[in-house]
T-cell receptor, first 113, second 112 residues
């Protein structure tokens, strides 16, 4: 597609429920990143995909968080048993390997009530 | 570890005022440096970048110079407009296609 697409744009969920966030990167972009942006804070790295594999998942905050990517395409970030501190905007970005300049999606605003 | 420190916001300026947003970094090796901008309701967009010492990145009237000796990458604009109101993030990358490390962001509000 023309840009990085994320869905849903907004998600309100009850504490303890599981949520799944989706990212469609730009076609041909082999690298894909997930970041979290809490209110009033900077961007926090979660995980990086190169193709199907995730060479850096050092930012995932707990084992409740997982992510997968199929081919060099869609990625899903899953949060199990959501907690209130998971409330944030989750941003996805993609880039071509070896290219600087990531393209970000508009994010998914997650609110855990 | 790598880190980026930005000046606290919000920064409020009148239209046509001079803008400086300070950014300093700590990194191993020789990072590339970036400024991203997030307009209200939109995703982050790359504003400018510099990949080696003394490089100057520029775009839309904004400039930033990579200063290795002071580990800084301050963002400047000579005359801001209301449409520049946004949150500005400084970031670094120490390897090709590796993760970006971001500062906390600086909110700029420009008034008439």
């Amino acid at each position: 597609g023309a840009g990085v697409s994320q869905s849903p744009s907004n998600k309100v969920t009850e504490k303890g429920k599981d949520v799944e966030l989706r990212c469609d990167p730009i076609s041909g972009h082999t690298a894909l990143y997930w970041y979290r942006q809490r209110l009033g804070q900077g961007l926090e790295f979660l995980i990086y995909f190169q193709g199907n594999s995730a060479p850096d998942k050092s930012g995932l905050p707990s084992d409740r968080f997982s992510a997968e990517r199929t081919g060099e395409s869609v990625s899903t970030l899953t949060i199990q048993r959501t907690q209130q501190e998971d409330s944030a905007v989750y941003l996805c970005a993609s880039s071509q390997t070896g290219s600087y300049g990531y393209t970000f999606g508009s994010g998914t605003r997650l609110t855990v009530v | 570890g790598d880190s980026v420190t930005q000046m606290e916001g919000p920064v409020t300026l009148s239209e046509e005022a001079f803008l400086t947003i300070n950014c300093t970094y700590t990194a191993t090796g020789y990072p590339s440096l970036f400024w991203y901008v997030q307009y209200p309701g939109e995703g982050l967009q790359l504003l400018l970048k510099a990949t080696k010492a003394d490089d100057k990145g520029s775009n839309k009237g904004f400039e930033a110079t990579y200063r290795k000796e002071t580990t800084s990458f301050h963002l400047e604009k000579g005359s801001v407009q209301v449409s520049d109101s946004a949150v500005y993030f400084c970031a670094l990358d120490t390897g090709t296609a590796s993760k970006l490390t971001f500062g906390t962001g600086t909110r700029l509000q420009v008034t008439l």
